[in-house]
C-alpha cells in the first residue's frame, strides 16, 4: 500500500482527476473540516462505525475506518459519538428492521449533541423504497451513500461537511475498483482480503446482486501485493472475500482460475493460513480440490452452501445442482480431504416447499455431516424473482420445520466437532477470553474454537494445543509444548 502525507497535499491545486489521487486530496481537505470541529469541541471529534451483514461489508467498514482515522476522527465503539455510521445489509427483511430500529436510537443522541453527523451506507441503500421511506421520515441523517461508490468515502465526507441537510449520493452500478485506499483492520494478525466484487448469479430469492452489482475481479497482481504488504505488517492469516469465489478471475483481460490465484499466494513467505468464502458448488472444480489438498496453508474448512437438498427447490431457486450432484460433491471432498470441515447455509421456507422438500434438506445434512450449518427463515425480497412465487410458505409450516432442521443440524455438527477430541493440533490465537481473563480463545485450522490457558502476548502467534475435552461446539485444551 503506498503511503500517501496528506501534509504534502495542495489544496489551493486543481482537484485531481485520477483516483486514486482525487481520494487523497478530499482526504487531506477532510482533515481541515474535522480539525475545525475539534477545535469547535475542546477535544478530538469521535466516530462509530457499525457493520451489518457479511464479511464483505466488515471488510468495508475497515476501509471507511481507515480514511476517518487518516483525517483525524477518533474511533470509538460507543454510537454516541460525534459521527455515526451505519454500514447496512438487506439480505434478509431483519437486516433491515434492525437498521430501522438503531436509527431511532441515534436521533435521540443526535438531539442532544448537535455537532452529531449520522451517515448511512452499505446494501440497504442501493434500494429505492429504503431512500424513499428515508427521505420522508428520517431527515435527521446527513449523508447516504451506496455500495458502488463507497471508493468515494473522503470526497463526500467533505460534500456532506460543505452542505445542510441529508446528501444523497447512490450509484446503480459501477465497474470501478479503486485500488490503494487506507484501511484499518480490525485484527493485527489476520485480516479479509477482496478478491471479487458483485455477483452474476441471481439465485432466485436473493437480492445481493442487485445490490452489488456484476460480478468484477480484482487483478491478481494487486491481491498479491495487497496480502505481502499484509505480510509485512504482521498479518499471517488471510480470509479470500467474494459471493462466488469460484468463479474468479473469469472476467480478467487475462484469465486466471480461483486455483491458480491460490498458488500464487499459497508462495508468499510469512503467511501462514489461507481461508476463502463463499464458494458455490456448481463451480467447485477438481482443481480447487487438489489445490486444497496439496497446500500446508489453505485452511480444512470449506463453506459451501446447500441452500435446500430437494431438487425441486434448488431449481426452483436457480442453484444449478440438483441433490445429488451436492451429495457427489461433498463426498469427493472429503475422500480427498478426510479432515475438512464443511459448512453449510440453509433456507427453511422457500416458496413452494413442502414437508418431504424439507426431508430431502434433513437427508443431505444426515448424509454429509455438516460442521456447523446457518440456517434461515426465507425472506421475501422485493425485486427477486421469489419474491413473485405464487406459492409461500404459511408461517407455522417454516416455524415446524425450521425448529426441526435447526436439531438435526445442532447433532451432526456436535458429532463432528467432537472428532478432534485428544488430538494435537495448531490454533491460531485469537483473543483472551472475555469471561474468564486467564484463557485466551484460538481458532483450529477447520475453523473449530479452543479455549486454552494463557494470555495477550499469544494473540497472533500458532500455537500446538491439546484438544482435551469438547463442549459441544468448542473446546476446552491446553498448550501442548
Ligand atoms: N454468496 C453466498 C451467500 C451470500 S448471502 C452464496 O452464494 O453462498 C448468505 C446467505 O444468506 C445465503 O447463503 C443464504 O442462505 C441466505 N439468504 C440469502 N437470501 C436470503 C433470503 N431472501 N432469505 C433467507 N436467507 C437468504
Ligand atoms: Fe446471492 Fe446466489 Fe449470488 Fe450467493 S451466489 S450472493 S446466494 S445470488
Ligand atoms: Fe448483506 Fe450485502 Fe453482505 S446484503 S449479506 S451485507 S453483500
Request: charged share 25%.
Amino acid at each position: 500500500m503506498q503511503a500517501v502525507d496528506l501534509d504534502q497535499i495542495d489544496l489551493t491545486g486543481a482537484v485531481p482527476e485520477e483516483e486514486t489521487d482525487r481520494q487523497y486530496f478530499f482526504m487531506a481537505k477532510a482533515r481541515n473540516y474535522v480539525q475545525a470541529l475539534a477545535d469547535t469541541l475542546g477535544r478530538t471529534p469521535t466516530c462509530c462505525v457499525t457493520t451489518f451483514g457479511c464479511q464483505m461489508n466488515a471488510r468495508d467498514s475497515e476501509k471507511l475506518v481507515g480514511i476517518l482515522e487518516k483525517v483525524g476522527y477518533r474511533i470509538i465503539d460507543s454510537e454516541k459519538a460525534d459521527f455515526v455510521i451505519f454500514n447496512t445489509c438487506t439480505v434478509r427483511d431483519n437486516a433491515n428492521q434492525r437498521v430501522y430500529g438503531r436509527l431511532g436510537e441515534l436521533n435521540g443522541y443526535k438531539r442532544r449533541n448537535p455537532h452529531m453527523r449520522i451517515a448511512l451506507c452499505g446494501c440497504m441503500m442501493q434500494e429505492p423504497a429504503v431512500i424513499e421511506k428515508l427521505r420522508k421520515s428520517y431527515g435527521f441523517i446527513d449523508l447516504i451513500f451506496g455500495t458502488h461508490n463507497i471508493f468515494k468515502f473522503a470526497e463526500l465526507l467533505c460534500a456532506s461537511f460543505e452542505s445542510k441537510g441529508m446528501l444523497i449520493d447512490i450509484w446503480k452500478d459501477t465497474d470501478q475498483i479503486v485500488e490503494d485506499l487506507p484501511v484499518e483492520r480490525k485484527y493485527s494478525f489476520k485480516s479479509g482480503i477482496n478478491i471479487m466484487f458483485g455477483c452474476n448469479n441471481f439465485c432466485s430469492y436473493c437480492i445481493v446482486p442487485y445490490v452489488r452489482g456484476r460480478e468484477r475481479s480484482r487483478e491478481p497482481k494487486d491481491i498479491l501485493r495487497e496480502i505481502e504488504g499484509l505480510v509485512a505488517d504482521g498479518v499471517v492469516e488471510i480470509m479470500l472475500l467474494g459471493q462466488n469465489v469460484n468463479s474468479y478471475g473469469k472476467n480478467l483481460d487475462s484469465p486466471m482460475t480461483f486455483s491458480e490465484l491460490l498458488r500464487e499466494i499459497e508462495k508468499i513467505e510469512g503467511l501462514k493460513r489461507i481461508r476463502f468464502m463463499t464458494s458455490h458448488p456448481k463451480d467447485l472444480s477438481d482443481e480447487l480440490i487438489q489445490v486444497m489438498k496439496e497446500s500446508k496453508k489453505i485452511c480444512r474448512h470449506l463453506h459451501l452452501p446447500l441452500q435446500s437438498g430437494s431438487t425441486k427447490i434448488l431449481t426452483r431457486m436457480n442453484r444449478r445442482y440438483t441433490k445429488e450432484q451436492y451429495l457427489a460433491l461433498a463426498e469427493k471432498i472429503r475422500r480427498e480431504i478426510p479432515d475438512i470441515a464443511i459448512t453449510t447455509d440453509i433456507i427453511v421456507g422457500f416458496p413452494g416447499e413442502t414437508p418431504e422438500d424439507l426431508e430431502e434438506t434433513i437427508d443431505v445434512v444426515k448424509r454429509v455431516k455438516f460442521d456447523n450449518a446457518f440456517t434461515f427463515i426465507y425472506s421475501k425480497r422485493t425485486g427477486t424473482p421469489a419474491a413473485a412465487m405464487e406459492d409461500q410458505v404459511p408461517e407455522e409450516q417454516v416455524k415446524v420445520g425450521f425448529d426441526r432442521l435447526l436439531h438435526v443440524v445442532q447433532d451432526t455438527a456436535r458429532e463432528q466437532v467432537a472428532r478432534c477430541q485428544g488430538q494435537i493440533m495448531d490454533a491460531l490465537i485469537e483473543e483472551v477470553n472475555e469471561t474468564d481473563p486467564t484463557m485466551v480463545t484460538g481458532r483450529l485450522s477447520n475453523n473449530t474454537i479452543v479455549h486454552v490457558p494463557g494470555d495477550v502476548s499469544m494473540i497472533g502467534t500458532i500455537v500446538k494445543v491439546s484438544l482435551d475435552t469438547c463442549h459441544g461446539f468448542y473446546y476446552i485444551g491446553h498448550v501442548a509444548e
